[in-house]
């Protein structure tokens, strides 16, 4: 059976609710940001990411073999995720060896494969492409970090990216519903910015090419994907920066 009510160790005086929020809310676990289905205390505003809220004491990782992650509430000194290269804040899952691997509790749900009409993304830690929002191998010097990759390998976009574009757009008010204000249109232009340095000399050059007009399309399709596997059924707010990048190529 589904759990819908929690009582929880980190906000002990109220039970929580399992909800399904349409604005994004920061995690009160683990400080990241989350959509969609949550454990909430309405009348403090505390939210719980559903694997955060829903963890177990230890777990293991396909992509760390040799690992143990032991879940801790905090942990200190400065750790970031080795799936997202983000700061770990609260809830980590943190592996026992002394050079210890971080996951946020998230990141270490996030799913091994996307599969969508017959094309394949699959996790990886390695990078056979540059990643097309960034244009890079690395999420920052020296972090690899975790990707989606299509089979073929030419698609490839860092977890780290597909969260920071949306996070991104959520900041610049792309979530209030509202299409026609400045905002917006800000908006509108960092989204055009995830088109990749290619695309950009493709556009000076006068126009894009039919093969990369179908490989942007292909790219488009991919990070969709992605972006409902990660935030999960996508609400409203995800569901209009889904539809503005689609539809822009
Ligand atoms: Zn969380
Ligand atoms: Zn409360
Ligand atoms: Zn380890
Ligand atoms: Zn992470
Ligand atoms: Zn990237």
Not at 13 to 33: V, W
Request: with cysteine.
């Amino acid at each position: 059976m589904k759990v819908t009510e929690l009582e929880h160790p980190s906000h002990p005086n109220h039970i929580l609710m399992l909800k399904s929020s349409d604005t994004p809310y920061k995690c009160d676990g683990c400080k990241e940001l989350g959509f969609g289905p949550c454990f909430e205390c309405e009348d403090c505003n505390f939210h719980l990411h559903e694997e955060c809220a829903l963890t177990s004491k230890s777990s293991y990782h396909p992509l760390f073999r040799r690992c143990e992650f032991i879940f801790h509430e905090e942990t200190y000194g400065g750790r970031y995720c080795d799936a997202c290269g983000k700061d770990v804040l609260g809830f980590v899952y943190q592996c026992t060896h002394d050079n210890a691997h971080d996951l946020h509790p998230c990141c270490l749900k996030l799913q091994p494969k996307i599969i969508n009409d017959g094309f394949v993304l699959h996790l990886s830690d390695k990078v056979p492409s540059k990643c097309l929002k960034c244009n890079s191998r690395e999420i920052s010097r020296g972090i690899t970090g975790w990707s989606y990759v299509s089979s073929c390998g030419k698609f490839c976009y860092h977890v780290a990216c597909v969260k920071d574009l949306v996070l991104e757009n959520w900041r610049n008010g792309y979530f209030d519903g509202d299409n026609n204000n400045g905002s917006a249109q800000t908006s509108n232009l960092a989204l055009m910015r995830i088109a990749s340095p290619s695309n950009e000399v493709a556009r000076r050059k006068g126009r894009l090419g039919s093969k990369a007009i179908k490989f942007w399309r292909i790219a488009k399709m991919v990070l969709k994907l992605i972006i409902s596997s990660i935030f999960g059924d996508p609400t409203s707010g995800i569901a209009i920066i889904v539809e503005s990048l689609v539809s822009q190529y």
